[in-house]
């Protein structure tokens, strides 16, 4: 039978963060190999990484889907323009009032959804989330700006900025106390925003409260029999991971400032439920891998095109090669799509517990190869 | 033992009116007075008055559809009784949310065991402890489990009991069928409430797992917790109980103690010669 690590050690969370900073900050060194390490991508895995982190505070530890996480990530992105039109280019701040926004928007939205569970409960985030789309295009057009997005121009307030320099002649750009936000800078502020809140789920996870969320996840009647009120802990996984969608969205729009309704659309929601299953729900970093993997294809494979097969393929004799490129072509470029999901149907059938679970099967087989066979779900964390 | 208050019942026990004394001057834990239970034309509870005095051994009896398990959910709240109050230490358990029940004292183990099966042993065990200690909220992302050595060593002493520490790392879905019944007992002792509702503790365990159950609880009943039991078994009843109740197509027949009950005609007739079996 499995057993279960109830107790990882305290250094041991030392150790992972470490390791964790290490393999974030060098980023742009180990994803050259995969034509990767140009900043604007690096910076969408790092703010797509904390959105599937946060998503998977909610769902991997309370098993609550929740299918309206893009609205989080939308109203994060139009309160960071906001701060950056109201107040000041800064990023700190707008990075704050984002989060913060999406957070008090969870807790709106938690409050109502919450009063369903399982499939009823998606449903009404659904729901909700579809409605602030709409709404964002239709009612809200005076805080959204409808189909045009969000945008700076030149006769925004910025209190902050101009009480010390005068407007310019063009659009200001977004900075960190004067460092520009844009190329690597940019990346590396994701990276550090990244690693900040992986440490907070990494603890969240190793808390007596993250335990109380796997089990309410795994029998939530028999919480309420323990003497825990599980709707409070469910509304602050909510809220928490709705804040995580909105710091996401406002890194969004840190290096591109507009925001636009599109984000908050269903695929975007969907897209995210995607990755976290992908990678691993209920493991720390499987939605992380997720996240960079479905990014990935999304932007590198989708650029692949039939000279680029042919050139891949070229060690193949003349017609042998033709044909390989014309089985493999609809996969790539524009059928990318079309790879992602038949992982993603090969992921669900075989490894219900994502990439985490291959990673682990294989680790268990170079490990004890005899003891290969011994392969039920463990009690998820790592 | 003190009493464990939640937040949100707190007002409510200290407005509690002076608690009940029995008949024989010992204080009341359950007081259940002039229950009535209808389902539709069936009376499932009628007139049912029921004492639980503080530290006995309380068990329920009776052929099957007699209304024990109506009666031993009207007493944790979950079903409204339609006339009649059930109290615990004088505080009325109506309406109050099972959290809320949990939180005053009352656990109540269940007939198929209710565990947390993707949770380590030890784990299943610690989230009762905690309850205990936070009641029905606490938002501590930030603390670290691995630093909670007191609801850990309580949880590791408890299961230690239950002769199921050397298994604590394992999953509890994993479990067989006796060791899942063992650690929901568990999990209902480490919150060491002042009532403990067993709902047919041995049900469906092997001759040696029962009279190993009855041995443990002997031992708590050395501790001096209350208990109600609602058993089937004869021999898991004689041997535990201070006082039996039995009931019969909802009223109770017979009550007192075992010698009392066992010679009574019509508790014989309820089980041997009557239709009702």
């Known amino acids: 039978m499995p057993t279960t690590p109830s107790f990882p050690k305290l250094q041991s969370e030392l150790a992972i963060m470490a390791v964790f900073a290490a393999a974030v900050l060098t980023m742009p060194l180990w994803m050259a190999p995969f034509g990767a390490a140009y900043p604007d991508l690096l910076q969408k895995f790092a703010i ?71 499939i009823y409960f998606s449903i009404l985030t659904l729901a909700l989330a579809q409605m602030s789309y709409n709404m964002a295009y239709s009612v809200l057009t005076p805080i959204t700006n409808g189909e045009t997005g ?118 975007a929601s969907g897209e995210v439920v995607l990755m976290t299953i992908l990678g691993g729900a209920g493991t720390l970093v499987g939605p992380l891998l997720g996240a960079g993997l479905i990014k990935y294809f999304e932007n590198i494979f989708s650029a692949f095109n039939d000279s680029t097969l042919h050139e891949i393929f070229a060690f193949l004799p003349d017609g042998l090669e033709s044909v390989v490129v014309f089985l493999v072509s609809p996969f790539v470029g524009e059928g990318w799509h079309l790879t992602l999901g038949a992982l993603f149907m090969v992921i669900v059938i075989f490894l219900p517990g994502g990439i985490m679970e291959g990673l682990r099967r294989l680790s268990r087989l170079v490990r004890r190869p005899s003891a290969g066979r011994a392969d039920q779900p463990q009690t998820q964390e790592g | 033992m003190s009493t464990q208050t939640a937040p949100a019942t707190s007002a409510a026990t200290s407005a509690a009116p002076a608690i009940a004394h029995s008949a024989s001057g010992a204080p009341l834990v359950l007081n259940v007075t002039d229950v009535e239970k209808n389902f539709g034309g069936l009376k499932a509870l009628n007139n049912i008055n029921l004492q639980i005095e503080e530290g006995k051994t309380h068990a329920i009896i009776g052929p099957n559809g007699a209304g024990k398990s109506t009666l031993l959910n009207v007493c944790i709240g979950r079903i409204p009784p339609d006339r ?194």
């Open chain 2, 84 to 277: 009649g109050v059930v109290e615990f230490d004088g505080v009325p358990l109506t309406g109050m949310a099972p959290h809320e029940i949990n939180q005053i004292g009352v656990v109540r183990v269940f007939q198929t065991p209710e565990i947390f099966p993707d949770l380590s042993l030890l784990h299943n065990v610690m989230i009762p402890a905690l309850s205990k200690r936070e009641g029905a909220f606490r938002f501590n992302p930030f603390r670290s489990l691995a630093r909670e050595h007191e609801i850990r060593d309580d949880a590791e002493h408890v299961l230690a009991d239950m002769n199921l520490l050397e298994k604590k790392d394992l999953e509890a879905g994993n479990l067989s069928r006796g060791d899942k019944r063992r650690l929901e007992l568990a999990m209902g002792l480490v919150q060491r409430p002042r009532l403990l509702l067993l709902d047919e503790p041995t049900a469906g365990m092997s001759r040696h797992d029962t009279n190993r159950t009855i041995d443990l609880l002997k031992r708590i009943k050395e501790r001096g917790m209350t208990k109600v039991i609602i058993e089937h078994d004869m021999h898991v009843v004689f041997s535990l109980a201070d006082h039996i109740t039995v009931l019969a197509q909802g009223t109770i027949i017979a009550e007192g103690t075992p010698d009392q009950v066992r010679g009574n005609p019509k508790v014989q007739e309820a089980y041997l010669g009557g239709a009702h079996l």
């Open chain 1, 48 to 118: 797509y990484g904390i959105f599937a982190i946060g998503f998977n505070l909610l769902f991997g530890l309370t098993g609550y889907l929740s299918f309206g996480h893009a609205a989080f990530l939308g109203v994060g992105s139009y309160a960071a323009v906001w701060s950056f039109k109201l107040f000041t280019m800064n990023v700190l701040p707008a990075v704050v009032f984002g989060t913060l926004v999406a957070s008090l928007f969870a807790v709106l939205i938690g409050f109502v959804a919450l009063r369903r569970a399982g």
């Open chain 1, 150 to 267: 969000l945008q700076l121009t030149q006769n925004d307030p910025r209190m902050i900025d101009h009480m010390f320099v005068d407007r310019g002649a063009g659009l200001p750009s977004t900075n960190l106390f004067g460092l520009e936000m844009s190329g690597y800078p940019g990346f590396y502020f994701c990276a550090v925003v990244l690693i900040i809140a992986f440490f907070i789920s990494l603890r969240i996870f190793r808390s007596p409260f993250g335990l109380k969320l796997r089990a309410i996840k795994s029998n939530q009647t028999r919480m309420g029999y323990t003497g825990f009120n599980t709707r409070p802990h469910l509304l602050f996984a909510f809220i928490i991971s709705g804040g995580f969608a909105g710091l996401a969205g406002s890194l969004l729009a840190i290096t591109d400032p507009l925001a636009g309704a599109e984000r908050m659309q269903w695929t």
